[in-house]
């Protein structure tokens, strides 16, 4: 059980890592510099608006 759970969080730890590098390498390539964000390292966004309230 311990272990399939630390497989779970290594697995997952390299494929962050992969993309953040995936991420520099593709930036590098165009000339544009690496932002690296600690908040969101997925860089994901909600796929629907925010609900703004209308008069």
């Known amino acids: 059980m311990l272990t399939n759970i630390s497989y779970i969080f290594l697995i997952s730890l390299l494929l962050i ?7 520099a390498l ?18 994901l966004k909600a796929r629907w ?5 209308e008069k």
């Open 17 to 23: 890592l992969g993309g953040w590098a995936f991420k």
């Open 49 to 53: 608006p925010r609900e703004t309230k």
């Open 26 to 43: 593709i930036a590098l390539a165009q000339g544009k510099p690496v932002e690296l964000n600690f908040k969101n390292p997925l860089n």
